[in-house]
């Protein structure tokens, strides 16, 4: 069992600079590669970002590409998202997820097995 704790969501005006922060529970993170989501209102959930178990291979969605940037510190149990130049369109709840199967990372929910509570972002114009 992982559980996962985000935080580091606020609110930010157009063109502005977040991170946040997933915590894991301890001496969990190594074993699972990770992915950060997002939803936002009346949408589904989508991929925001993913990372592979040893950090070395990332992954984005084209909507973030070269704004966003994920990383991870499996030392200290925590991945994270650096998200600069930021748009409205960005506001949702973001969600980061752990899955566990062979695969090196993903974008697709199915393949998580397990969720944060989620921190919200609203970018305000």
């Known amino acids: 069992q992982v559980q996962l704790v985000e935080s580091g969501g606020r609110l930010v005006q157009a063109g502005g600079s977040l991170r946040l922060s997933c915590v894991a529970s301890e001496g969990a993170l190594s074993s699972v590669f990770m992915g950060w989501f997002r939803q936002a209102p009346g949408k589904e959930r989508e991929f925001v970002a993913g990372i592979s178990r040893n950090g070395e291979t990332t992954y984005y969605a084209n909507s973030v590409a070269g704004r966003f940037a994920i990383s991870r510190d499996n030392a200290k149990n925590t991945v994270r998202l650096q998200m600069n130049s930021l748009k409205p369109e960005d506001t949702a709840v973001y969600y980061c997820?752990?899955?566990?199967?062979?695969?090196?990372?993903?974008?697709?929910?199915?393949?998580?097995?397990?969720w944060g509570q989620g921190t919200q972002v609203t970018v305000s114009s």
């Open positions: 997820a752990a899955g566990s199967n062979q695969i090196s990372y993903s974008s697709h929910p199915s393949e998580y097995d397990y």
